[in-house]
């Protein structure tokens, strides 16, 4: 399935919203797009709570490319990332441990106005160099 993607201009924030089974592909896609909009600094909150299944997530190879996305692009804006599904969940909060160390911050929620506020709270910090 598909990611449904939203751009929220007045907030610097993208949201995007996931159903049944999504593929690595798919997230790449995303955040390829924040990068060809010119929005890589936005906040961004990935609503997974409709999905049950990553597929084909390739942590290793996902946290390289986001290093040199970062090395190339400057720093991302915050990463929430919400899911209620127990597996999907984990693997949230095993990637975000993982990521430490990034020009940004990525935080697992299972709920997402959590989310949202946590979100608000990153975006009034003053953007990182």
Partial sequence: ???????????RLVILVGSGKVSVDEWAAAVARQLNEGIWYYGSLFDFTA??????FDEQGVFTALKELAAAHGPRGPVALVSSTPNVYDGFVAYSARLEGLPYQTRPFRD?????????????????A
Avoid: Y
């Fill in 112 to 128: 997402v106005n959590q989310a949202m506020v946590w979100l608000e709270q990153e975006l009034l910090k003053p953007r990182r």
């Fill in 51 to 56: 999905v049950d299944t990553m597929v084909g």
């Fill in 1 to 11: 399935m598909a990611i449904n993607f939203q751009r929220d201009d007045t907030h």
